[in-house]
Every structure is written in structure tokens, then in C-alpha cells.
């Protein structure tokens, strides 16, 4: 060795050290230095850095900590709503600590990377400053030591630790924001818990105009899907032929996720609330209810329609047909700003009970649509801002009949704006349709 150094040229060296730099390079490059993923999924940054500022102005003392909470399908990992409303990232292992007495009031910790296994799940961003910047966080480290050492010190600075995450039911897993405060207060003398879910709730529940433009984009996109899955509709397809149609359409589309399963029943399947099997055959003379949403820049949609599966309701079908779409009506009509979402139920069902069903209605008629298809809700009167549902059902299991008609709506200052009105929605409507598709076949 140290003779082939002796012999090695000076011009070998210079040619050697060329090469190493070069490969350093571009090995840095491919492994994520100074690379960042796109925050914010089509809003600015800007949007997400406010949203935490104006929660810190809520909390006034003291920190918050929120961990990403979301799952990983076939399309990547897509965070829940609360941390995407407050960082706009789907980063899998990603905690957001929040104090506006800390020198870094907003810090994002994520997972140490893993080179060998980013050679096979993908390229993950080193921590830079410009990703901090591009991100707008003050900072952003390693979990691990770094978050236990910034933690402490916030503590120190003010012992009380806020819950801004959804509050769960008796009966379910402790969420991990919880359990990391269980073990603090058993460390730490003096340090409380506080009860500060209602600020992040209660921003969430009005919709900013750029909000209510994506959710109109996902139902823009769920509109070209369901027009899709009908031209391929006919008896003897399957619900999970449909279920691929639709899939398909939506990723043509640019939308990675659906907002929710689609549930696709055919026949007696429709009266199963979340029907999921999409293991029937659709049969002439039946009803298929299809509830689907797409999903656009994290805002989903959710629309429900149900359709004769020969092109034509029956007489029966379009007599029960006709009543839950009287039930929508009147429910729309209800929409202002101060009903409650009791009082919308009440509208809806009085049609209902009038004609003889009560006994065949299963579920409430609306609820708030946003980041997440069950919008986080505080059960509060409707203001102006807020994105719901109307979607009033009735179910005769025992006669294979299903019925439920779902339409997204804007509360405004006066009443609301059906988002989704550009989907065909009472029965003649939806014949035209239908009939329409099998012309242009």
C-alpha cells in the first residue's frame, strides 16, 4: 500500500480527489441534501405557518404537542386532519411541538432517516435550514434526543401542557399525545394537563374561500368519476369492476386518495350502511347505492347517489325515491346560519315519518365535511363558512331496497350554496342521465 502511494502520480491524485468529489456530490443529491418535499399540498406554506400562530395566540402558555396520526395506503402515507390543518405535511413519524414562550415556538421533529431503507421506501429530506424555511417552521430536528431536550426546557418555562387533538371516547387507545403527558406529569411535579381541544376544533370549522375551492374540485372529480362508473353500469357487472372504474377515474384525475372506502351496493347491499365486500353481481330491476368522494389537496368530498340499474326506477322505487329526495329538500331548505344540526335532522324526518317510515331511517342527515369526511365538530350552531352534508336514507332490508341522496353544501349568511348542485339529484334527473350515457354508447 504504501508503495502503490509512492508510485501514485500527481496527476492521479488531483484525478482521484476529481472523482471523489464528484461522487460525494452526487450521492449527496440523491440521499435528500437540501431537497424538500412539496409542503402544503397546493396552499402556500404561508397558509399553515398563520393557522399555528393563531393557535399559539389561543394557547398563550405553555406547549402543545401533536403527533402525525394518519396511515399509509397504496399511494403513500397521508396524514390526519389535525396535523395536515397545522403543518400541511404527510410525513409518517412526524411530531409538531408548539410554545409561544419558547425561544422556537414552532419546532417539527421527524424520524432519523434510514439510508438503507430509503433505498427501497424512497428518498426522505435532510434537516437544513432552507427546508425549515421552505416548511416556515423556526425549526425542525430529530426526534429522539432533540425532542426530549427541547420538551424539557419548555417545561421548565411553563409546567402546563396543552391537548389540542381530538378527544377520544372511554373505550379507545390512549392517543400518544395523552400517554407522552401521563409520563411527564408522573416525572414531573407540578405539571398540568390542560383541555385545549376546542381551539384547533373550532378553527377548523369554518372554511377559508380557498378550502371551500378544493372541496369543490373534489367534487368536480367525484362528479366525472360517478359519470364513468354509470356508462360502464349494467346487469351483470360487478361492484368491484364499478370499484375499479371509479378508482381509475380518480387517479386520471390527479386525486391520490379517496376520502373514504366506496362503498358500491347493488341490490339488498344497499341497506348495509358500510357496505364494503363489492363482492355482488348488479341484477336488472334493482337499485345500486354508491357513496364516494375524492379527495383534493387533502379536502374531500362525499356524495351519495342511488340509481336503477336498468336505466329505470320502478314504481315502487321511484315512490321511495321521490320521498327521500322530498326529505333532502327540506333539509336544505333548513341550511342558515343558527340551526342546529338537530334541527335539520327534525326537517328531514318529519317528511319521512309523515309518509309512514320512521322505522326505516338508520343515521342523522348531516355532518361537517373538510380535511377529513367526518369533519372535526364541536356540535355548535351552523355558521356561515361551515361545509356539511345533507344525506337523509331509509333502508327495507327485507325488500332490497337501499336509498340515500348526499349532497356537500357552503352555509352562508342567508342560507347555503349546494357545492355539489351540478350532480344530477331527483329522479328525473337521474333517468336523463342515465339515459343519456346509454346514447352516447
Known amino acids: 500500500m504504501n508503495h502503490f502511494k509512492k508510485r501514485l502520480s500527481k496527476t492521479a491524485l488531483i484525478a482521484v480527489l476529481a472523482i471523489t468529489v464528484a461522487v460525494t456530490a452526487l450521492m449527496s443529491d440523491a440521499y435528500g441534501q437540501d431537497k424538500s418535499l412539496t409542503a402544503g399540498g397546493g396552499f402556500d406554506p404561508s397558509v399553515f405557518k398563520q393557522r399555528r400562530q393563531h393557535l399559539l395566540d ?14 399509509e395506503t397504496d399511494m403513500g402515507y397521508r396524514s390526519d386532519g389535525d396535523f395536515w390543518y397545522l403543518t400541511g405535511l404527510d410525513e409518517p413519524g412526524a ?13 417539527l421533529f421527524l424520524p432519523p432517516r434510514d439510508i438503507e431503507a430509503e433505498k427501497w421506501t424512497g428518498w426522505r429530506p435532510d434537516i437544513t435550514d432552507s427546508l425549515a424555511e ?80 378544493a372541496v369543490r374540485l373534489a367534487i368536480d372529480i367525484t ?36 376520502a373514504f372506502d366506496n362503498i358500491i351496493a347493488a341490490g339488498t347491499n344497499a341497506a348495509v350502511l358500510h357496505y364494503q365486500r363489492l363482492s355482488d353481481t348488479l341484477r336488472d330491476g334493482e337499485l345500486l347505492l354508491i357513496d364516494v368522494g375524492a379527495e383534493c389537496q387533502h379536502y374531500v368530498a362525499d356524495i351519495s347517489r342511488t340509481i336503477p340499474i336498468n336505466g329505470t326506477f320502478t314504481a315502487e322505487q321511484a315512490h321511495l325515491y321521490d320521498l327521500v329526495y322530498e326529505a ?20 328531514a324526518k318529519a317528511v319521512i315519518r309523515k309518509a309512514g317510515y320512521t322505522n326505516y331511517v338508520q343515521h342523522s342527515v348531516s355532518h361537517q365535511l373538510g380535511v377529513e369526511v367526518h369533519d372535526r365538530n ?5 355558521e356561515a363558512g361551515m361545509i356539511i352534508t345533507i344525506e337523509p336514507g331509509i333502508y327495507l332490508y327485507e325488500k332490497g331496497i337501499g336509498i340515500r341522496i348526499e349532497d356537500d353544501l357552503l352555509v352562508t349568511k342567508t342560507g347555503c350554496e349546494i357545492l355539489s348542485s351540478s350532480i344530477p339529484g331527483s329522479r328525473s334527473e337521474i333517468e336523463a342521465w342515465l339515459a343519456s350515457m346509454r346514447m352516447e354508447d
Open 378 to 382: 364541536n356540535n355548535q350552531p351552523l
Open 95 to 107: 411530531i409538531l411541538m408548539l410554545s409561544s414562550t419558547a425561544e422556537w415556538k414552532e419546532i
Open 134 to 213: 421552505a416548511w416556515g417552521f423556526d425549526k425542525i430536528a430529530r426526534t429522539g434526543y432533540y425532542f426530549d431536550y427541547y420538551l424539557t426546557n419548555n417545561i421548565r418555562e411553563s409546567p402546563i401542557l396543552h391537548l389540542i387533538s381530538a378527544l377520544a371516547s372511554p373505550n379507545d387507545p390512549i392517543p400518544p399525545d395523552m400517554e407522552l403527558y401521563d409520563k411527564i406529569t408522573d416525572r414531573v411535579p407540578g405539571v398540568s394537563i390542560k383541555n385545549s381541544s376546542r381551539y384547533l376544533e373550532n378553527m377548523r370549522v369554518i372554511k377559508s374561500p380557498d378550502e371551500v375551492e
Open 223 to 258: 362528479h366525472h368519476g360517478l359519470s364513468e362508473l354509470f356508462a360502464a353500469m349494467k346487469p351483470g357487472v360487478t361492484e368491484f369492476y364499478l370499484d375499479g372504474v371509479l378508482e381509475a377515474s380518480f387517479k386520471r384525475q390527479g386525486a391520490r386518495f379517496a
Open 58 to 71: 389561543s394557547l398563550k402558555e405553555g406547549t402543545a404537542i401533536l403527533y402525525s396520526r394518519g396511515e
Open 328 to 347: 333532502q329538500q327540506a333539509a336544505i331548505a333548513a341550511v342558515k346560519p343558527g340551526v342546529s344540526f338537530n334541527d335539520l335532522d327534525d326537517a
